[in-house]
């Protein structure tokens, strides 16, 4: 091969890649910026009150063997079975850490923070269709539920009421406790409002507190 056939084919190669480079960057520069919406779907996060949190509780069969465990002995009682799912949260140790662990990882490695026991407590309710909220302030995260039959719960009981339901507190970072107790958090710190079912945040100027202490 000649030496100008050489260099001809390098000009082509070099304008080529050039010209790839140049139709990316043109790409890129008339791509519309991504909504939060679709940095959260692909990301696997959710965003409650400008803040990104990742997101694992999915409704599918993973936790099914250890909710009909926990379950068994109930026979339908709903407060049975929510208090039950609660009550083994609680038994899994609170522990910080620097990556997120999954409700899988939080059980594996018997422990977990705020937002992890959160999400642990939420997969296992959502894999019996009980209604859930993950409230948030500045620096923490709990839970609170919805009971069908609130005849059981201890009184006096913490709430929140929200689209007319009451929502019964959860605490997960006690070794012991109940549901409705009441966990010391301020009203007026509450951020966000996150609905687990319908994966939408709800105004916390919507949402009425009771607090029993």
């Known amino acids: 091969m ?10 082509i190669g070099l304008y080529g890649i050039a010209g790839i480079v140049a139709y990316s960057l043109y ?3 008339n791509v519309p910026p991504e909504t939060d919406e679709q940095y959260c779907e692909r990301k696997g ?12 509780v999915y409704e599918h069969n993973e936790m099914k063997p250890i909710v009909d465990m926990l379950t068994q002995n109930c026979s339908g009682d709903s407060y ?25 990882d939080v059980i594996n ?3 977990g923070d705020c937002d992890e026991k959160s999400f642990l407590l939420a997969t296992l ?8 909220l993950l409230i948030t302030t500045k620096e923490h995260g709990f839970i609170a539920v919805h009971i069908p039959d609130e005849t059981k719960v201890k009184k006096p ?25 009441y966990n010391h958090i301020n009203p007026k710190d509450i951020e966000g409002i996150f609905d687990m079912v319908t994966k939408k945040e709800i105004d916390v100027g919507k949402i009425n507190f009771s607090i029993g202490s």
């Open 80 to 104: 049975c079975e929510i208090d039950h799912m609660y009550q083994y949260v609680l038994s899994i140790p609170y522990k910080e850490s620097s990556v997120d662990r999954n409700p899988s």
């Open 109 to 111: 490695q018997n422990g």
């Open 157 to 181: 009981a913490s709430y929140v009421i929200a689209n007319g339901k009451k929502y019964f507190f959860a605490e997960t970072t006690v070794s012991k406790g109940f549901i409705g107790e």
């Open 2 to 11: 000649s030496i100008s056939v050489k260099r001809l084919l390098y000009r």
């Open 125 to 132: 309710l959502l894999q019996n269709h009980y209604e859930c």
């Open 27 to 29: 790409l890129r520069a």
């Open 45 to 56: 996060m959710v965003k409650i009150h400008n803040r990104f949190y990742k997101y694992d």
